[in-house]
């Protein structure tokens, strides 16, 4: 049979000078079409790469003729003969630059209107005209090598698991309605009018009912759905690897998940992990870091400011600490072109307001003294400061205090985080951390209670259990998270399985019993029937490609992601839909309020 077009026999990256003389069919997009009259230098292009088809100045006239019909990204297939280029031709970048393809016959499969952008390796055009052109935004080398990117960590991530004894399972992605701390998407039932299905936030219980079965231990690229206000870098969907197990311990998951990673990154990015990953507890990753997901590629800590406080006549640190609060911190280092000016102070300390620091203290070290800001309270105990602070000539010492210690260390955390970037101290490379022993309750101020800092089906550490009720906040949980550069890429936890306990939980999270077994019924109904000790964790397989591929905005990573007002300029969605499917489904749409 008769090809219906002129089909390929070669991609556009694959020829090499071992191919000289070869008649090949290439089908592809002009990348780039350079004329000198009749001749031309096409750069034909397709997933695998690019390729020169040059149509030389002995074509025949029809050749010539298609040839100056073609436009930027026309699709066209091209066959011709596979030549050696002339030595000072050879393009070294190009891994097809030792050829070239003479054109003997052009074929346009379909051609493109103008462009809204041009097709380069990285396009500069905004973002709501490449997602709205998604397709074309696709074709450039930056979205097909993150693509690829994509494809090659999910596949390690299988491949690692297929050779364990965990079973890949799938879990619906219609279920009951039951929040696990963002708001669900709904989906109405036509069948049972009024009654609604959620997308899952994640496939949380349902993995935890999977380890009742006895599945023992299961994994998912699982994708999971936050009904979240547009704000960050977030999509109101995303990608988890997805796992849990049963009849583990905390250290368990942690070695897993440590070899899991080493294996994956040796493979996608030829990285060498260290066997075990750091480890601090929420605590010091507060104290130290100023955040539970600090940055590690650069040291710089945070210190206990109270011992400056002893020797001060500044009354506001000292009001701080006789209210019980925290007194943070830290020394900027000297960089040589580099000015601790008055303006640059003032930026330094609007970072830190934005987590709730009144203001940013200072204080200059030069040659043995303390100079401007508040060195004035430290009149005669300049040495001491210099020793507790261990402050330098040219460094300087900043300070936050605040009555409020997640404030304070959040607030030094900001600064220190726009020092690492302005200092240029963050080092290339992967530095991950696991922070452990976080508090498993955070009070809700708007709300007036108690809720779940995780999710509500963690595990409280045992030495807690027996008065969890008195001092939630005390209570620390068997959770952990996996953090890479400064992102959390992973949380987990050692879960629930005792019933008692679940309620008590969801008591305090001001889930009554009766509201429990209506929310939760089929969990706690399970926990009736011997479910072993399990847990698990989710890494974010969105957030940890964007890592690797060195950007900033999880969309880099995402075929089709939402832009930043949560909709999608290219289908439009979301959208209106047709009274007769809301009639089907006994919806009726609230008129909006001017029209009310
Ligand atoms: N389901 C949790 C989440 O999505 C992760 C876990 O605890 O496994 O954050």
């Known amino acids: ?47 695998y790469g690019m390729t020169q088809v040059v149509v030389d100045d002995d074509a025949d006239a029809e050749l010539v003729k298609r040839a100056s019909e073609l436009k930027l990204e026309y699709c066209i297939a ?36 103008t462009l809204p952008f041009m097709i380069e390796d990285e396009t500069n055009a905004k973002e709501d005209l490449r997602l709205k052109y998604r397709f ?3 074709r450039s080398k930056g979205m097909q090598d993150r693509i690829r990117l994509r494809h090659e960590f999910i596949k390690a991530i299988r491949q690692f698991f297929y050779k364990t004894d965990f079973y890949e399972i799938e879990t619906p992605t219609l279920i009951r309605s039951t929040p696990e701390g963002a708001r669900d998407f709904l989906v109405p039932s036509r069948i049972y009018p009024g009654k609604f299905f959620a997308l899952p936030q994640s496939p949380q219980l349902y993995k935890q009912l999977l380890m009742v079965s006895g599945f023992d231990k299961y994994f998912q690229i699982a994708r999971c759905y936050r009904d979240e206000d ?82 001060t006549s500044f009354q506001i640190l000292k009001d701080i600490k006789e209210k019980n609060g925290a007194v943070k911190f830290l020394v900027a280092p000297k960089k040589e072109g580099f ?7 003032a930026e330094l300390e609007e970072s830190a307001k934005i987590y709730g620091a009144s203001a940013l203290y200072f204080m200059k070290a030069e040659d043995g003294k303390l100079q401007g800001g508040i060195s004035k309270f430290f009149e005669g105990k300049n040495d001491e400061v210099l020793s507790i602070t261990g402050a330098k000539t040219g460094d300087v010492i900043l300070v936050i205090a605040h009555e409020n210690w997640k404030k304070a260390c959040n607030s030094m955390g900001a600064v220190r985080s726009k020092l690492g970037a302005d200092l ?20 809700n101020e708007d709300e007036g209670h108690w809720e779940a800092a995780h999710h509500m089906f963690s595990m409280p550490q045992s030495e807690y259990i027996e008065t969890l009720e008195e001092d939630p906040g005390r209570v620390k949980g068997d959770l952990y998270d996996l953090v890479l550069n400064g992102y959390e890429v992973a949380s987990g936890s050692i879960r629930i399985h005792d019933v008692e306990l679940q309620k008590r939980i969801f008591r305090i999270c ?72 809301l009639d089907e489904l006994s919806i009726m749409i609230k008129p909006k309020k001017d029209e009310a």
């Open 424 to 443: 240029n101290l963050i080092k290339k490379g992967f530095e991950f951390c696991w922070i452990i022993d976080f508090p498993l309750f955070e009070y």
């Open 78 to 113: 091209v066959k011709g003969k596979v030549r050696k280029r002339p030595e000072s031709m050879v393009n070294k970048e190009m891994p097809t630059g030792e050829i070239e393809v003479k054109a003997e016959k052009i074929e346009i499969l379909s051609p493109s209107d």
């Open 230 to 311: 547009p704000r960050g870098d977030r999509q109101l969907e995303f990608t988890q690897l997805d796992l849990e197990m049963s009849f583990v311990t905390r250290e368990d998951i942690l070695d897993l998940m440590e070899k899991l990673f080493r294996e994956v990154f040796k493979k996608v990015v030829n990285v060498e992990l260290p066997e075990h990953f750091k480890r601090l507890s929420y605590h010091d990753a507060m104290n130290t870091y100023g955040s539970d997901k600090p940055d590690l590629r650069f040291s710089l800590e945070i210190k206990d400011g109270l011992p400056l406080v002893d020797i």
């Open 510 to 581: 001001n889930i009554p019993d009766d509201m429990a077994e209506e929310r939760f019924g089929f969990l706690l109904n399970a926990f009736r029937f011997s479910p072993p000790p399990h847990g698990g964790i989710a890494p974010g397989i969105d957030r940890i490609c964007m890592i690797i591929a060195d950007q900033s905005s999880i969309k880099e990573v995402i075929a089709y992601p939402k832009n930043t007002a949560a909709m999608s300029p290219m289908d439009e969605s979301p959208a209106e839909v047709e009274q007769k499917q």
């Open 136 to 138: 074309l935004d696709l």
């Open 339 to 345: 000015d601790y000016t008055r303006k640059y102070l």
């Open 1 to 47: 049979m008769e090809e219906a077009f002129m089909k390929r026999t070669a991609n556009c990256g694959e020829l090499r000078a071992k191919d000289e003389g070869k008649e090949v069919i290439l089908n592809g997009w002009v990348h780039r079409d350079r004329n000198h009259g009749a001749l031309h230098f096409i750069n034909l292009r397709d997933r």
